[in-house]
């Protein structure tokens, strides 16, 4: 069973930077979208940015210009750069593995992200 792991969370200023990351258990990236996703308290839980096994990445608008989604494909790790954080980026952030073929979907246990002054 692949597991994913996120860590990186935490409490910031606005203005500042956090840099989530999320760890597979094994090596899944050429079979899988990997997403993060998040979900605030009252809120449906959202598309932050993705990644695509060609390379290819998505982010939701809110986040276009501060956020950047990246993969290490040998240590199997996919890493959230979160820069400029606003108040309205707090939420629990959650790692996703959507499987191309199956249509399975992994989800980490997520880790919280405050920005607050």
């Known amino acids: 069973q692949v597991q994913l792991v996120e860590s990186g969370g935490g409490l910031v200023q606005p203005g500042g930077s956090l840099r989530l990351s999320c760890a597979a258990s094994?090596?899944?990236?050429?079979?899988?979208?990997m997403g993060w996703y998040r979900q605030a308290p009252g809120q449906q839980r959202e598309l932050v940015a993705a990644?695509?096994?060609?390379?290819?990445?998505n982010y939701a608008g809110s986040v276009k210009g501060r956020f950047t989604i990246s993969r290490d494909n040998a240590k199997n790790t996919v890493v959230l750069q979160m820069n400029s954080l606003k108040p309205e980026d707090t939420a629990v952030y959650y790692c996703?593995?959507?499987?191309?073929?199956?249509?399975?979907?992994?989800w980490g246990q997520g880790t919280q992200v405050t920005v607050s002054s």
């Open positions: 094994r090596s899944i990236f050429s079979i899988s979208t």
């Open positions: 996703n593995a959507a499987f191309i073929m199956s249509r399975q979907q992994l």
């Open positions: 990644f695509t096994p060609g390379g290819s990445t």
